[in-house]
């Protein structure tokens, strides 16, 4: 129970990581919402759901203010909500770069600008942003989505920086997975995800619960001294 009387809240928690997540960070202890544009797409003990699209700068000031006013304090966030809309960059169209940039990149500002100051205010918490093996090495086909996944991590450390400039203790990490099993990888071709596998130290695709338990050591006090740092969780992927 490392996350006992803990507040979290979870973007993208209806489904694939996300709900992993959540659900994880319940067995811990704590108390989760799972932010989602869609419903939950299963029931857990201490999960609830409330619908919200990141990219909506107002519904996520309302939901920051219901958030705090329903349970009080934020302690932990997780902005996990993603999407891709791949194509290569001589036809990618300006739709498809805005709206991956909008949910992954511009959705986490959207709810920082609010949770950030009210952990330093709070007297601390921990942000983990899920970024990708993508923004670390880029990717064929993925401009809009490399970028959004690159600018993640330098989000992180300029939060890291920003919320404990006053000495309170609001860390800021980034979680990079390689190829996690889920509906996100619908899109991508059977034999570039066996190819996708055979690059990893450990000859496979990941699990989403292998994404969580390294989300649940994040969020928790057993790492009260990682701050600004990005965790390769990829199975070895181009050591
Ligand atoms: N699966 C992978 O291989 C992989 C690898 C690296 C990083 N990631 C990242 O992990 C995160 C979770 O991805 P996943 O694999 O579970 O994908 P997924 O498609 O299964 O889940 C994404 C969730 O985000 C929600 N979402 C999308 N747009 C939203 C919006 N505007 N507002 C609120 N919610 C929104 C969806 O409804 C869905 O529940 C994403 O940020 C993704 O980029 C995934």
């Given amino acids: 129970m490392k996350l006992k ?8 928690g209806a489904q694939g990581i996300g709900a992993e997540i959540a659900k994880k960070f319940a067995n811990e202890g704590a108390t989760v919402i799972a932010a989602d544009m869609n419903e939950l797409k299963y029931e857990a003990d201490n999960v609830h759901g409330y619908e919200l699209n990141v990219t909506d700068v107002k519904k996520c000031k309302a939901f920051f203010d219901d958030i705090v006013e329903s349970y009080g304090k934020i302690d932990i966030l997780v ?7 791949d194509a290569m ?7 498809q770069w805005n709206l991956v940039l909008d949910v992954n990149l511009k959705g986490v500002f959207n709810l920082v600008r609010h949770i950030g100051p009210h952990m330093e205010k709070n007297g601390g918490g921990s942000i983990i942003n899920i970024s990708s093996v993508v923004g670390v090495f880029g990717n064929i086909g993925q401009a809009n989505y490399s970028a959004s996944k690159a600018g993640i991590l330098g989000l992180t450390k300029t939060w890291a920086k920003e919320f404990a400039r006053k000495g309170v203790p609001v860390r800021v990490n980034a979680i990079a997975p390689g190829y996690v099993m889920t509906e996100i990888l619908q899109t991508v071709p059977d034999d570039l995800l066996d190819k996708f596998a055979a690059m990893t130290m450990l000859k496979r695709l990941g699990e989403p619960e292998e994404i969580a338990s390294v ?15 990005t965790l390769n969780v990829n199975g070895g992927m181009r050591l």
């Fill in 5 to 12: 009387n803990k507040v979290a809240v979870v973007t993208g």
């Fill in 79 to 85: 902005n996990n909500a993603g999407i891709t809309r």
């Fill in 89 to 95: 960059t001589r036809k990618m169209t300006d739709e």
């Fill in 215 to 229: 989300a649940s050591f994040l969020a928790s006090g057993d790492a009260s001294y990682i701050t600004g740092q």
